[in-house]
């Protein structure tokens, strides 16, 4: 009787076996498609509107754009408030993210939550806190700052604190789950070596967060120098002293100096792009840092 | 304050008491945060609860709020639709561009607002490149009307639910899917039993996310749309007119009603990450 086994290459699942999930079918190829059709129409006409509008009339007109003094006003005075903001948010970051990532204690989550509030609070009803605070005639201080003379609303220490206020948390954010999961064995050593604490911080905890605290950095830099709502509210928007370039940027819109909001907004656009390049590339040095044989999303 | 014993028993070095970071901690969050907070709410408790009441739920707060949570939640679950589709793209697909495009969907995190409000503004104008088109074959206009505040709310809440999906999506075992189709299901069943109740909690939390996000937004809202009273005007611009008004007592009130939602949908949103922990190993801290 010849009973013959097929050679092996023949061996093929037999019609009625259906194909995984995501095989050969029409709807896994169609939802790539879809997904940047969306992001296509949602993100990427938008940001290239941006860029385009910004040199429609020429590189030359683009350029001229910056010979405008109020829009380096604007520029300077974004710049200056950054400078201070960012800063102050970084040590408040790490200070927090060693803090809260050492301790033990009851309510931690819920300190976590009370960090990532300004993300959830409107950046309108962050600047009228500042109002109701600093306001000359409405403020709780208005007694004090009469006495003193100080400035706060339509003013740098206004700008400043809206921006601080608006992006504490990222830095926080990003070191504190790391500083977590790399547990403190090390610092322990440290210390029985006999290293300080400021020792400790600076040669053990610091290096092993760094790129999460550089991460945390760009975040912060790029959200405060784009910071609009709250910044709106306590600055009062006054031409070429307390506009700060998102400002400008609706202001030239508004006054329909188009080309002059499209060069602005490019400025603040690439501010964006640039860091996000630079976050991916963090995040490929995250990944590298962690263990060299783990997959790379 | 109390502190648990560290592991494997060792006595509590006298270092991991409240020392330099801790303080700096808490003065930095008392000035920043709790000082902001407490006179607000001074501010608000010194109107009165009938006045409050009545600021509160005029008419013309109602439309606001209308405004704003009804184009939030619409944009929102567009947006937990699509974020799906994104995340599922991105994860279970091999196509030329995918780095470009989970580039792309960061940009409304990194974008300015107020540079966002002017590309959309311009994009979706009469003359723009979608605007056009759009009102030519259709007769809608987007820009300055609800349709365009639509549109700055999908455009800024977007990235919220793919970033939410992707980790859980990730680690879900392919071994569940092929097990079910080998039990008979089909790709549906498959997806709607299987896939879908594991990826919810993640997805809910994004929309939520992407809600709070969308009614909380000003910058780029206040451009697109023409900000008049009962017609597109969103809550943060109501207070923004109030407050250029000089009627602080009136910006306070909605403004409390505003704090109190994001009270509210942060406590939503970490009841929702606490449920998808079920699914994900563990971080649900990030």
Known sequence: MAFTIPPLQDIRPPRWVKPSFDGRQLLPALIPILACLYVGVVILVPALAVVVQAFAKGFGVFLDNFKSPELLAALRLT????????PCNAIFGLAAATAIARHRFPGKALLLSIIDLPFSISPVVVGLMLVLLYSPTHGVFSGLLESTGWKVIFSLPGIVMATILVTFPFMAREVIP???????????????????????????????????????????TARALGEFGAVSV????????????????????????TEMAFGAALVLAGVAIVSLLLKIAVEQLMDRDRSPGKETP | ????????????????RPNVSWSITWAYLALVLFLPLAGMLLK???VGPAAFWETATSPLALSTYRMSFGIAAAASLINGVFGLLIAWALIRSRFPGQRLLDALIDLPFALPTAVAGLALSFVYGPEGWLGGPIQRLTGLQVSFTPLGVAVAMVFISLPFVVRTVEPVLRSLEREQEEASWCLGAS???????????QLMPAILA?????????????????MISSNVPFKDLITPTLIVQMIEEYDIDAATVIGSVMLIFSL????????????????QGGDASR
């Open chain 2, 44 to 46: 608000a408790a010194g």
């Open chain 1, 79 to 86: 710049l200056i408030a950054s400078a201070i903001a960012v």
């Open chain 2, 206 to 222: 994004g929309i939520a996310q992407g809600f709070s996000r969308a009614v909380g937004e000003y910058g780029s809202v206040v």
């Open chain 1, 178 to 220: 790391l500083l977590e999961e790399e547990g403190w064995e090390q610092e322990e050593a440290a210390r029985t070596l006999g290293a300080s604490n400021w020792q400790v911080f600076w040669k053990v905890t610091l290096p092993s967060v760094r790129w999460a605290a550089l991460y945390g950095l760009i975040l912060t």
């Open chain 2, 187 to 197: 790709s549906a069943q498959t997806f709607v039993r299987v896939v879908l109740p």
């Open chain 1, 234 to 257: 306590v600055s009062g928007n006054i031409r070429g002293e307390t506009q700060t370039l998102p400002l400008f940027v609706e202001d030239a819109y508004k006054q329909y100096h």
């Open chain 2, 1 to 16: 304050m109390t502190v648990a014993a560290p592991r494997r028993g060792l006595v509590l070095p006298r270092w991991f």
């Open chain 2, 264 to 279: 509210v949908s942060l406590i939503v949103i970490n009841a929702l990450q606490v449920w998808g922990q079920r699914y």
